[in-house]
C-alpha cells in the first residue's frame, strides 16, 4: 500500500514539475528584481577555489567574438524552440568571466598563430609564426635559432602529466600546432609548404607534421583532420582515393608514428574514421592518432555527409578526457572548434554558428566529466571577427531572418539580416544597388550575409574576446588582460611550468566523484530532504487511511 501511494505521490509531483517548467513567469519588474538578488546572493555566498588544479581543460573557440557568442545563443535557443534571448550557453554558466587583447607584437589584428602562441606558450609573438618569440622574421627559417619558446603542453609533460589536443580543423593548423611546434610561418605544414616558403633556408627548419611526429612522442591524444600534411604524394588517401598525399620527402608520417609506437612497447592505436573512433577503447589505449579528414574536418552541420563518417566535437572531447585520465597526476588538454572561424571568413554565418553550439556541447561534456575542485576549465576565443547583429529585431525573431522594426528601415527600402559583416564575400550589387532578398531563402545553410566592403575572405576582428573559466585559480581570470596572461594563469593553478613556489602552502583539494561538486552536493542534500518529507507524509497518510 505505501509503495502504490509512494508511486501516486511521485506521479503527481511529476505533473506538477512539468507543468511548473512550461509556464514562464510574467516578465514584469517583480521577475527581473527577483532574478537579479538571486544573481546576487549567488556571487556572495561564491567561495575562492585557491586548490591546486589536477587537469587542465582549454577550450579555444577560433574566432569566436563576443557577437558570436550572443548569435550562437539565440540559435541554440531557438533550435530548442524557445525565443532564444534569455538562453545559456554551458560556458557562459562559469563564474568567472575576462577579456583578453588579442592583437600580435606587429598587428593591431591578430591571426591565430601568433594568438595561440600567446595563450600557450605565454608570450606574445608576431603574426603568422608559431611557437617563437618575437624576434622571429616571418617566413626566415635562420631567424629561428634562438626564438623558440615551450608551451604548456611540455610543462605539463615535465611535470608527468599527460596532454592532448583536438580540433576540427588539420592538426598541423595554426592553433593546435603552437602547442608542440617551432616555425617561422603557420603555413609550412608540410616539407613542401617550408620549401616553397623558404627555398635557400628550408634546410634550417623542419616542416609542422614532421615537428609533431618526431619531435612530439609524448602528446597522448591527437585527434583532428589533415592526412594531406603525413602522407607522401605517392599515396592515396583512404576516403578520398583521387587525392594523394602532399609530402615530396617519400615520408609516411602516419606510418612512421605508428612504428615509433611499436618500438616503444605502447597500447596504440591510428584511427581515420567513425566506425573506428566508436570501436578505440580508452581502456585499452595510451596514444591515439585519430585523422578523420584529408583536409579539415566537416564543419558541423555537414558532418552527417561525410563518406567515411567523423566524430562530434564532444565525441572527442569525451574519448580525449577518458583516456587521459588514467594518469594519476593529471592531464593537459587543449580543445579547438576551429570552424567556427572558416565560417565566418566565408561569410556563412550558419556555419560559424552551427560549429560554435557543437563546441558548446563539447565543453559541456567536459563539465560533466570533471570536478570544479581539481580542474580548471578555460573557454576563450583567439581572436574575433567584423560579424554584426543589428536592427532592432523583435524578441524571438530568428537570428538568422531580416531585421523587422520600421525604426530601423534601410534608406533603400529593402529588408536586411540582423546579421551582417563589416566586409567579406557576401558583398552584392544589382543593377548598380544593393541585393534586394525579399526572395532570398536567408536561412539557407550556403547563403551569405551581406557585406559593406567586397573582399573575398571576411577578416578577423580586432577587439577583445572573452574569457570564461571555471575550476582552481579561476578568479585570476577576471579583469582585462594581455592574452598571453591566460597560459600563466593556467600554469600557476596547475603548478607547472615556472612559478610554483605557492605550490607548497596549498593542500590538494578533496576529491568528489566525477562530475560532481559542492553545488552538486547541496543539490543532493535537497532532494534527501524532500524525500524524507515524502516519507514522513506517507506514513502519516497510512495510519490514517489504516483507521478507516
Same mark, same amino acid.
Given at each position: ?47 575562492? @577555489? ?69 595563450? $600557450? ?84 627548419? =623542419? ?7 618526431? @619531435? ?50 605502447? @597500447? ?20 591515439? $592518432? ?26 572527442? =572531447? ?69 560579424? =554584426? ?148 507524509? $506517507? ?6 487511511? @489504516?483507521?478507516?
Amino acid at each position: 500500500m505505501l509503495g502504490l501511494h509512494l508511486l501516486n505521490v511521485v506521479g503527481i509531483l511529476v505533473t506538477v514539475w512539468n507543468g511548473l517548467s512550461l509556464e514562464l513567469e510574467p516578465q514584469l519588474g517583480s521577475f527581473w528584481n527577483k532574478a537579479a538578488q538571486d544573481e546576487i546572493t549567488k556571487r556572495l555566498t561564491q567561495k575562492q @577555489n585557491t586548490n591546486i588544479a589536477k587537469s587542465v581543460i582549454l577550450f579555444v573557440g577560433d574566432g569566436m567574438g563576443v557577437t558570436t557568442v550572443t548569435a550562437a545563443r539565440i540559435y541554440m535557443g531557438q533550435l530548442n524552440s524557445r525565443t532564444g534571448e534569455e538562453s545559456t550557453l554551458s560556458f557562459e554558466r562559469f563564474p568567472i568571466v575576462g577579456l583578453s587583447k588579442t592583437y600580435n607584437t606587429d598587428q593591431q589584428t591578430s591571426d591565430s598563430a601568433g594568438t595561440a602562441t600567446a595563450f $600557450l606558450s605565454g608570450v606574445k609573438t608576431k603574426a603568422g609564426v608559431l611557437g617563437v618569440d618575437d624576434q622571429i622574421i616571418r617566413g626566415n627559417c635562420s631567424s629561428q635559432k634562438d626564438a623558440n619558446v615551450d608551451s604548456i603542453i611540455q610543462w605539463a609533460e615535465k611535470a608527468g602529466k599527460s596532454t592532448g589536443i583536438v580540433t576540427t580543423t588539420r592538426i598541423t593548423h595554426a592553433t593546435p600546432a603552437a602547442g608542440y611546434a617551432h616555425s617561422a610561418h603557420r603555413d609550412w605544414e608540410n616539407d613542401a609548404k617550408l620549401r616553397k616558403g623558404d627555398p635557400e633556408g628550408y634546410q634550417n627548419c =623542419t616542416d609542422i607534421a614532421r615537428q609533431l611526429v618526431e @619531435n612530439n612522442h609524448h602528446i597522448e591524444v591527437l585527434m583532428g583532420g589533415g592526412r594531406r600534411n603525413f602522407l607522401p604524394n605517392t599515396s592515396s588517401d583512404p576516403e578520398h582515393i583521387n587525392k594523394n598525399g602532399s609530402r615530396e620527402d617519400a615520408r609516411d608520417l602516419i606510418q612512421q608514428w605508428q612504428d615509433k609506437k611499436a618500438r616503444d612497447g605502447t @597500447n596504440y592505436k591510428y584511427i581515420w574514421n567513425k566506425t573506428e573512433f566508436d570501436n578505440l577503447d580508452p581502456a585499452r589505449t595510451d596514444f591515439v $592518432l585519430g585523422l578523420f579528414e584529408f583536409d579539415h574536418m566537416q564543419y558541423s552541420a555537414n558532418r552527417g555527409k561525410d563518406i567515411a563518417g567523423e566524430p562530434s566535437l564532444a565525441e572527442m =572531447t569525451q574519448k580525449a578526457i577518458k583516456i587521459l585520465q588514467k594518469n594519476d597526476k593529471g592531464f593537459f588538454l587543449l580543445v579547438e572548434g576551429g570552424r567556427i572561424d572558416h565560417g565566418h571568413h566565408i561569410g556563412k554565418a550558419k556555419y560559424a554558428l552551427s560549429d560554435t553550439v557543437a563546441f558548446d556541447e563539447a565543453v559541456a561534456k567536459a563539465v560533466s566529466m570533471t570536478d570544479e575542485k581539481d580542474t580548471l576549465i578555460v573557454a576563450t576565443a583567439d581572436h574575433s571577427h567584423v560579424f =554584426t547583429i543589428g536592427g532592432y529585431s523583435s524578441r524571438g525573431r530568428p537570428i538568422l531572418g531580416t531585421a523587422d522594426n520600421a525604426q530601423a528601415q534601410a534608406m533603400d527600402g529593402k529588408p536586411y539580416t540582423s546579421l551582417l559583416y563589416a566586409n567579406g564575400p557576401g558583398f552584392a550589387v544589382v543593377n548598380g544597388s544593393r541585393q534586394n532578398i525579399t526572395d532570398v531563402d536567408i536561412e539557407d545553410l550556403d547563403y551569405k550575409q551581406q557585406s559593406a566592403v567586397n573582399i573575398d575572405y571576411e577578416t578577423h576582428g580586432g577587439e577583445d574576446v572573452a574569457v570564461y573559466a571555471k575550476g582552481p585559480m579561476e578568479h585570476l581570470l577576471t579583469g582585462v588582460y594581455e592574452q598571453n596572461y591566460i597560459a600563466h594563469v593556467m600554469a600557476y593553478a596547475a603548478c607547472i611550468g615556472e612559478n610554483k613556489d605557492h605550490c607548497k602552502n596549498i593542500a590538494p583539494p578533496t576529491q568528489c566523484p566525477p562530475g560532481t561538486s559542492g553545488s552538486s552536493a547541496l543539490t543532493t542534500m535537497t532532494y534527501l530532504a524532500i524525500f524524507f518529507y515524502i516519507c514522513f507524509t $506517507l506514513f502519516f497518510m497510512e495510519r490514517s487511511w @489504516n483507521q478507516f
